[in-house]
């Protein structure tokens, strides 16, 4: 039994040596494919172009668009809440890219990142009222606005950038909204294998954020956990930054979540436990 119990504690630190190592080489390679990628020239790629993006009155939507409004695009915001979207003034960031807003007359970038419904942070209830609403306003009304879009973003040759969630991987206690977003990933990774299929110019990129401090999001889980929320500033400059340079996929906070995500696909049954602690902290709106 000593014997067997020393095996067992010698295999499971060279488990954990294995782990720490292959994550360290995970991460030195992400990190290098990361900076190593085609420049990133602001001005010259976005300026003059024409942007519509959804969710702006704040947090990452009303960030997204002063970062498009810095370098010079003409925007177009949406929001429910018609007061707030009135303070947000891009152009106030800087006066002579921003520009007025005005009719577009076309489409170059499509930004979902609206989000609503009835859900809330908890387990699961069974509540089917709370499911329909968040797939409603969460999955089928992104989809709606891209069917509304697709000519015009067909026709510049453009971009979709659709926010979704580290829950739209595998989050606990936010099932309506987990479910929603899995199905932006589903469809929005398919729509840009059909696209790419059919010879058709027209990027979708995918950003699957983590905590980040947006009001809602300090508001729902801000005082359960003590993890510290990431910048939406930053979090908006690096979507943006993904959309621009048309990637499929963008991850924020990335040194935390990449090498998660992978390892998830690579070794499930080794990263379940330790997944099953990091989305309860990490996940969310």
């Given at each position: 039994m000593i014997h067997s119990s020393i095996y067992h504690r010698a295999d499971t630190m060279a488990a954990i040596r294995l782990l720490l190592s292959l994550l360290t080489g995970l991460c030195a390679y992400y990190f290098y494919s990361q900076e190593t990628l085609s420049p990133f020239k602001p001005p010259e790629m976005v300026r003059g172009k024409r942007v519509l993006v959804t969710g702006s009155s704040t947090g990452i939507g009303e960030q997204i668009a002063y970062e498009f409004a810095r370098m010079g695009a003409h925007l177009l915001l949406t929001a429910r809440r018609e007061k707030q979207l009135k303070e947000v003034r891009p152009q106030k960031k800087q006066p002579k890219e921003g520009g007025e807003m005005e009719h577009l007359g076309g489409l170059d970038y499509l930004v979902l990142n609206h989000v609503g419904g009835s859900g809330r942070f908890g387990p699961f209830q069974g509540d089917m009222?709370?499911?329909?609403?968040?797939m409603t306003v969460n999955f089928l009304s992104y989809v709606?606005?891209?069917?509304?879009?697709?000519?015009?973003?067909?026709?510049?040759q453009?971009?979709?950038?659709?926010?979704?969630?580290l829950s739209g991987k595998e989050a606990p206690f936010t099932l309506s909204y987990s479910a929603a977003k899995f199905a932006l990933e589903g469809f929005y990774s398919s729509l840009r294998r059909e696209l790419r299929l059919r010879e058709i110019s027209l990027s979708v990129t995918v950003a699957v954020l983590g905590y980040i401090d947006t009001d809602n999001a300090l508001k729902i889980i801000g005082d359960k956990i003590t993890m510290q929320a990431n910048p939406k500033e930053e979090c908006a400059r690096e979507v943006v930054r993904a959309g621009v340079l048309r990637h499929r996929e963008v991850i924020y906070p990335y040194w935390s979540l990449k090498p998660l995500l992978l390892l998830k696909e690579w070794m499930p049954g080794l990263m379940e436990r330790m997944l099953d602690k990091f989305l309860i902290l990490e996940n969310i709106l």
């Open positions: 009222a709370a499911v329909t609403s968040s709606q606005l891209t069917v509304s879009a697709m000519t015009m973003l067909q026709e510049s453009g971009s979709i950038i659709v926010i979704s969630s």
